[in-house]
């Protein structure tokens, strides 16, 4: 048995006793050593790197020999001559309309208009070197391509498995949003059916509807190679994905203007009538731009490596799968701006609504074959910084005086050179060492830091876990504390993360547990059991137990095991319901800050804690208010209890990781606080029961153990003088105006930052950003990442648009607000005067921004409605706050695949979400980062239930067991493999529901599908086009 040592706390009532840390660490972590890079030879240059100075090269030859006509002002958008007017045309058709078809791919384009621009100026020139050293003999560009390799797959068909990209985020595990949130629970709104405003989208394939389709070809959509029809609608036999577009010019579709007048948008989406008017339009779904479509164009287009040397350049989408070389600027996974061309002045700026911000996800994944930042040393001086505004060296320094100082690309202001850093210079101006050195080269690199850069000029100690357990009557009786504590002893220690050079994991460890009292354990290795100490003052909470309380795993595993089966029994028979949560907190940190560690906090709680004790709660949700004015109050934290005990977290380098359990309302709103100020993360398990959720629990531990993950983490935006930093977005603590503090960050979190002009910028030049993360690593290193992007000025519109990347624009605006009819009325005023009026005329780089506003004006976190519970709600708003790009993009266009007719190792065509390009006799998995459906058809072969469910019938599987059998047939290998591709894909062991086509579960599923009408509101793309339409005629007028 465990021993107890009641009031064992007494002794310990004084102030904290003195730490036993070493003054230093073992200095084994901080001997400083060489680069990898440079050990493995003079040349930074990794083969890809090498090919594509080669092919640089060859682009560079390439656009000397063009035509200045072919230059990027050429091929940006222009004033759309095209006739007669198909409407809604986006603009790629039009270009590619006006210009015959052009043998050098786009990207080259811009590079050949870059090198126009960067002549003026030699400081330009040395900012954006053409990158080609002089001893890379040329070669043919035949040799450049090379023979298809597994990086570079020959492009068969869209989104076969390797050409999907590698999503590295989205962890958690668990999307209640909407319908699903409690899954047991009956749907909180009457089938769809009895909802009258859904007349129009919701008929079936294959059914006599009462309305008429928005597209004749409804009708085709049947039968089990409905994908393969569906695709060749979208593009007609025979023709490209991207020539395809063309055909929109083929049979005129009625316009805005000459059917509906001014009065274009035919009232409120959701009013019947209207709706059949607008049904008469017949806009065809197919005939308007896509995510699909437009992904697969995406796709095909990058197929060649992104390289970042030059600036100006957009980089792919993030959905597609492309490869990126660091060659100065950093790779976009890490930074995204939202445009590449940042207007010089303010005013522009006001008048396009594009906000220009970035959006950082400093420790992105990236993919195997990219390069990781290297990690630099600099010695005693320590990181290489500017005099004056204290950016660190990156590839946009300009050397001086034979090398002597440098100017600041940042401020513009001379550094003196130290003896120590010196290096001649070549006769391009450019240090003879540059390739050896990661910080003259590359846009992302790593600094070992000195003490200065540790707290207290320590440097730090390893990190530690703490696991701190609710053991109250509902964690008992779900299973949920004997599973947690199974998982921990069997799987989860012996997956604690390490260095990824180290041996073993240096992370410690410690155990405590709650109800309405809190529970010690001493796990130290000399002991034969463990040892339990109860805290009994929790008014103010200190540590009882410092020597043995965090310990390795590999040292106590003994004593660890014996806790972890102890656990369970000693709490078997509890009868206390009531919990406490803020003492629980205050503990950790308390024991962090004993032990002289960064950590976190992996907390497992069931209840609201409604105990006697600082943070107590009480149920205060009122669903009546979701989706009215009030519901602020809700959403809003009810104290802030919480909000300051995170701040307490980041401050000491401690995150909170909360894993909640509930069958009843929690007030995550204000809980959640705690998660979002110390950069920690929520994850909901609503009635939480082994046999569903116990997998999926294993495995987003797993995968929170095993991600990147640093700690103590500050971060600081540094840009060119002319623009500055002015809002920060994200879950993080700012103690000041300028810099972000983490308890921690993970390679899943990303932050949004909005750039204000100060000062009119000057075109001739770029300008600069510089992301600098001061963290301690997993094995407590002390350790700087400094990312650097290189942006262009523009004064015009025209480059504007072009610049845009609409993947950041959405993942800012999905922050704060949209301003979509604002961006495209400045579009069609600055950049396509001469259209006439009755087209809607997108921008190439946003003409999705439509269809993602449609997704944004039904998406669950920011729209209330009371089919979401109140802990949904704020839990999907925290969940946002800290999405990075890619997130957003698929949580916004969620991606659907047939199941029906998958083939042995492919991912099948995506397909759109619309209810009209379902089949009946399919199925279907429909997947948001957050969550995912299977859906299945009335009229699906019973063999195909048979081969996924084991049963012979649709009526015979049970939805509730949200599970694909492990069955022995290709069927079922082949959807297993899927979701599995789909879960790693994400990051997260997404929650499964299965749906049976009209079934009560059904509506919820289809308000997933973002080109329909809601069925809680919210415009179909269709209407919203319409909207839109109006709304930039009414502007412009
Ligand atoms: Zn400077």
């Known amino acids: 048995m465990i021993e107890q040592m009641r009031g064992g706390t007494q002794q310990y009532s004084g102030p904290p006793l003195p730490q036993h840390s070493q003054p230093f660490q073992s200095q084994q972590n901080h001997v400083p050593s060489l680069p990898p890079y440079i050990q493995n030879g003079p040349s930074l240059m990794t083969p890809q790197m090498q090919q594509q100075q080669l092919r640089t090269m060859d682009m560079s030859s390439l656009s000397s020999a063009l035509p200045p006509s072919q230059n990027i002002r050429a091929a940006a958008p222009m004033p759309n001559q095209f006739g007669p007017p198909p409407n809604l045309v986006p603009e790629a058709f039009q270009q590619q309309q006006q210009q015959s078809p052009s043998p050098i791919p786009p990207q080259y384009q811009q590079q050949s208009t870059f090198q126009g621009q960067a002549n003026p100026s030699v400081s330009n020139q040395n900012r954006v070197s053409p990158q080609i050293p002089s001893h890379f003999p040329p070669q043919p560009p035949s040799n450049l391509s090379g023979p298809p390799s597994a990086a570079f797959p020959p492009y068969k068909q869209p989104f076969q498995v390797s050409q999907i990209p590698t999503f590295q985020n989205q962890q958690t595990p668990q999307s209640l949003s909407g319908p699903v949130g409690y899954s047991q629970q009956p749907p909180l709104m009457p089938p769809i059916t009895n909802q009258p405003n859904l007349s129009g989208l919701n008929s079936y394939p294959n059914q006599p509807s009462s309305m008429p389709p928005f597209s004749n070809q409804q009708s085709n959509l049947s039968g089990p190679t409905y994908s393969q029809q569906q695709r060749s609608q979208a593009y007609p036999p025979g023709m490209q994905p991207i020539s395809s577009q063309s055909n929109l010019s083929g049979p005129p579709v009625p316009g805005i203007q000459q059917q509906n007048g001014s009065t274009g948008y035919p009232g409120q989406p959701s009013a019947g009538p209207q709706f059949q008017q607008s049904q008469q339009q017949r806009i065809d779904p197919d005939m308007i731009p896509n995510v699909v479509q437009v992904l697969e164009q995406m796709q095909e287009k990058t197929q060649e490596p992104f390289i970042t040397n030059t600036l100006g350049v957009l980089p792919p989408l993030v959905a597609t799968n492309f490869i990126c070389q660091d060659q100065g600027s950093c790779n976009p996974r890490f930074i995204r701006a939202t445009t590449y061309s940042v207007p010089n002045a303010a005013d522009m700026i006001k008048q396009s609504h594009i906000p220009v911000a970035l959006a950082i996800s400093p420790l992105a994944s990236l993919r195997s074959e990219e390069l990781e930042p290297p990690i630099t040393n600099f010695g005693d001086i320590g990181p290489v910084r500017c005099h004056r505004c204290k950016a660190y ?93 199974q998982i921990l002893k069997d799987e989860l220690l012996n997956y604690l993360p390490k260095d990824k050079n180290a041996e073993t994991s240096t992370v410690r460890v410690g155990f405590a547990t709650f109800d309405k009292q809190l529970h010690f354990y001493n796990i130290k290795n000399t002991l034969g059991q463990p040892q339990m100490m109860i805290v009994s003052d929790l008014e103010e909470v200190f540590m009882p137990l410092l ?9 106590s595993r003994n004593v660890i095991n014996s806790l972890l089966d102890q656990i369970p029994q000693t709490f078997a028979h509890t009868q206390e319901t009531e919990t406490i949560l803020g003492p629980v907190i205050q503990a950790g940190i308390e024991a962090l800050k004993g032990a002289g560690r960064v950590g976190k906090l992996y907390i497992f709680s069931t209840t609201l804690p409604i105990a006697v004790a600082p943070g107590k709660l009480a149920n205060r949700d009122d669903k009546k208010l979701l989706g009215t004015d009030k519901e602020k109050i809700i959403l809003a934290p009810v104290n802030n209890f919480y909000t300051k005990l995170g701040e307490e977290c980041a401050q000491n380098g401690c995150a909170v990781d909360l894993f909640v359990f509930p069958n009843n309302y929690l007030d995550l709103a204000t809980i959640g606080e705690v998660c979002r100020i110390s950069g920690g993360q929520m994850y909901k398990f609503n009635y939480f029961s082994v046999e569903n959720d116990g997998e999926r629990l294993l495995n987003e531990l797993k995968r929170n153990f095993q991600r990147t993950t640093v700690f103590d983490a500050l971060m600081r935006v540094r840009t060119s003088t002319g623009i500055r930093p002015i809002d920060f977005l994200g879950n993080f603590y ?14 899943d979190k990303s932050v949004c930052v909005e750039l204000k002009h100060d000062d009119k910028l000057p075109t001739e030049t770029n300008t600069f950003i510089q992301v600098a993360l001061l963290y301690t690593s997993i094995s407590g290193q002390r350790r700087l990442r400094i990312l650097t992007l290189g942006l262009t000025v523009t004064a015009a519109y025209t480059s504007l648009y072009p610049g845009c990347d609409l993947d950041a624009v959405m993942n800012y605006t999905a922050k704060v607000v949209n301003q979509a009819a604002n961006m495209l009325a400045c579009y069609r005023k600055n950049c396509a005067q001469s259209t006439t ?3 809607l005329i997108l921008p190439e780089t946003l003409k999705l921004l439509p269809i993602y506003v449609t997704a944004l004006i039904k998406c669950d976190a920011l729209i209330g409605t009371q089919t979401v519970t109140t802990d949904d709600r704020s839990w999907l708003i925290h969940k946002i706050m800290a999405m990075d790009v890619k997130s957003t993009f698929a949580y916004l266009y969620p991606r659907i695949f047939a199941l029906h007719n998958i083939e042995e190792d492919t991912i099948p065509p995506m397909i759109r979400c619309s209810y009209e390009r379902f089949s009946e006799t399919g199925a279907y998995v429909l997947e948001n980062g957050l969550v995912m459906y299977i859906w299945l058809g009335s009229q699906i072969n019973p063999t195909v239930i048979q081969c996924l469910f084991g049963v012979p019938s649709l009526s015979q599987v049970e939805a509730e067991k949200c599970k694909i059998l492990d069955l022995d047939n290709q069927i079922s290998k082949n959807v297993r493999n899927l979701l599995n591709y789909i879960r790693n894909d994400r990051n997260s062991h997404l929650k499964l529901f299965i749906v049976h086509q009209r079934d009560s579960i059904e509506p919820f599923f289809k308000n997933y599908l973002i080109e329909d009408k809601g069925f809680t509101g919210g415009a179909s793309y269709v209407d919203f086009l319409y909207h839109l339409h109006r709304e930039i005629r009414n502007i412009l007028q």
């Open 734 to 747: 700012m103690t000041n105006a300028t810099e972000m503090t983490f308890g921690s960050i993970d390679s």
């Open 393 to 485: 060296m990156c590839s946009f320094m300009q050397f001086i005086d034979g090398g002597k100082r440098f100017i600041c690309a940042f401020c513009n202001q001379c550094t003196d050179v130290g003896t120590e850093y010196f290096n001649h210079l070549d006769h391009n101006g450019r240090r003879l060492d540059w390739y050896q050195r990661p910080e003259l080269c590359l846009g992302s690199y790593e600094i070992l830091a000195t003490k200065q850069y540790c707290k207290d000029e320590k440097w730090p100690e390893a990190p530690a876990f703490i696991f701190m357990i609710d053991v109250s009557y509902s964690s008992v009786r779900s299973g949920l504390l004997h599973f947690i504590c």
């Open 547 to 555: 020597d043995g309380f965090l310990a390795l795993p590999d040292e």
């Open 837 to 839: 009026a009755g087209q």
